[in-house]
């Protein structure tokens, strides 16, 4: 029996793969993983717990048993942790780091592999992430990397962070971004890479409407929708 359809979107934070992974998922009615938020989520408990985020064994046992689920709601989808709604917590520069931090240890990536396989279902999934088509779902029948220069993303972060009415520092941002792009590119386990069978989007110069419009191309031609 053939396994149900994964489109596996992978790439560098502030790509865009939040938008388009949203747009696909709702446009073809399959289910979506972000599984970037269960790497916050693990970051936040354990801090919260009081662990340190290098503290591998720990981390493993906090990820066998955090109680994570998403909330699909009208506003978005709402991250809950054992019940508390941790969805902005998770959303700040420092969760993005921290998160980047735990994902660099192999036996924590081990530990969270299996909660990202069970998203796999009819009639298809969309999985926003780094290793999406490279090590959770190499056989995902669709794989995209959309990459965005360094310069693109910290612009675009300052223009989300304004519209929240919300202070931000150009050079402080892509200077995190650069950071968190050198862990995750150069980390021994999962580095975020394209798959070999991925097709390359750049979004630099794109809207989002003409990277929705060339993702869904890619996708209809390897499903045969
Ligand atoms: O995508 P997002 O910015 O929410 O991911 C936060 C961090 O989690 C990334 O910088 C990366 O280090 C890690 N991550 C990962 N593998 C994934 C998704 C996220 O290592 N599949």
Known sequence: ?????????????????GELTRRLASELGFSLLD?????????????????ALFDE????????VMDLSFDPREDGVHVLLGGDDVSSAIRTEEAGAN??????LPAVRKALLQRQRDFRK????????????????PDAQVKIFLDAAPEVRARRRVSQLEAAGKQADYGLI???IKERDDRDRNRIVAPLKPAADAVVLDSSDLGIEEVFAK???????????
């Not at 064994?57 to 066998?64: G, R, T, V, Y």
């Not at 998160?99 to 660099?104: D, E």
């Not at 993702?215 to 929708?225: C, K, S, T, V």
Request: aromatic share 4%; hydrophobic share 50%; charged share 25%.
């Open 99 to 104: 998160a980047s931090k735990v994902a660099q």
């Open 35 to 51: 599984s970037g938020a269960i790497y916050r989520v693990l970051a936040y408990a354990a801090r919260k717990a009081g662990l």
């Open 215 to 225: 993702a869904m191309e890619i996708a209809r031609a390897r499903l045969g929708l």
């Open 122 to 137: 009819e009639p298809g999934l969309v999985a926003d992430g780094r290793d999406m088509g490279t090590v959770v779902f």
């Open 174 to 176: 892509l200077k995190e």
């Open 1 to 17: 029996m053939s396994k149900a359809a994964v489109i596996a979107v992978d790439g560098p934070g502030g790509a865009g793969k």
């Open 57 to 64: 064994d720990s981390l493993c046992q906090e990820a066998a």
